[in-house]
């Protein structure tokens, strides 16, 4: 972050309430042609979280507003990684571009009460959301749940998938089997490797707000979250639509 120009140009974004990764993306479309104005979703964060050490309120226009990292539950806590996970660090280089289709990033969204939860499935290139609510957080419903998603979506459309280390993850062999999809692991205590997933379950909040039971939400209104949401222009999709550009995918107006 030492160069002025891109300095103030990522502060810009951030207090326009950008993410970090549609920062990251963004930059790459408006200077196409200069790589020194790049960053990684990863610099951005750390520049946010080392500046509010010294006053700096950038860190409120991120989605949680959080002043720093917040080891999520769960994460780590004396157990052992899954044998045979492969590290994001493994995944290849076109999916952390964004170019494109049919890489995806999954978790639960879960409520301060209760065991049921909200499984959000988001595709990276469009950021087109599939939703759909479980009864609790177990493998077994995780991997129900996100199969019967995933089945839905064309086999040249399901390239790969990146998780985070939650015990509900804990059946992705099942789950590649089922569906074809290569899966990643973030790294421990780092969900924000899942960047466009972590952004969908901001969005949520707006729909499903804290507090809330998702023993008490319906189908239908899970159902009216998503279309509304798949059907929200993006700034970072030239004010397309995620559904706009995800249907592009499967009428092959974008080579795949």
């Given at each position: ?17 950008w ?41 409120r ?13 769960g ?11 492969i ?40 950021r087109f ?12 419903s ?36 089922a569906t ?59 004010y397309q ?5 995800f ?10």
């Amino acid at each position: 972050m030492n160069r002025p120009e891109r300095l103030a140009w990522v502060d810009e974004k951030l207090r326009a309430n950008w993410s970090p990764e549609q920062i990251a993306g963004r930059i790459r479309l408006e200077y196409p042609e200069d790589q020194s104005m790049r960053i990684s979703i990863e610099t951005v964060y750390r520049w946010v979280y080392a500046a509010a050490q010294f006053g700096d309120t950038s860190y409120r226009h991120l989605r949680r507003a959080h002043k720093g990292r917040r080891r999520q539950a769960g994460y780590g806590q004396g157990r052992r990684l899954f044998p045979g996970r492969i590290d994001i660090s493994c995944r290849p280089g076109i999916v952390e571009l964004g170019t494109r289709f049919g890489d995806w990033e999954a978790d639960l969204v879960c409520a301060s009460r209760g065991k049921a939860a909200l499984l959000g499935c988001t595709e990276r290139r469009s950021r087109f959301l599939l939703l759909a609510r479980v009864q609790d957080r177990t493998a077994a419903s995780f991997n129900a749940a996100l199969i019967l998603c995933l089945r839905a979506v064309p086999s040249k459309l399901r390239q790969t998938l990146t998780l985070d280390n939650g015990s509900e993850m804990a059946g992705f062999r099942a789950l590649e089997a089922a569906t074809g999809l290569r899966t990643y692991f973030c790294k421990p205590h780092a969900p924000w490797q899942r960047g466009t997933n972590e952004n969908a379950g901001g969005l949520l909040q707006q729909y499903f707000p804290r507090g809330i039971s998702f023993h008490k939400i319906t189908e239908a209104m899970v159902v009216k979250a998503a279309e509304q949401l798949n059907n929200r222009p993006r700034k970072c999709l030239h004010y397309q639509t995620p559904a706009e550009v995800f249907n592009q995918a499967l009428t092959g107006a974008f080579a795949i």
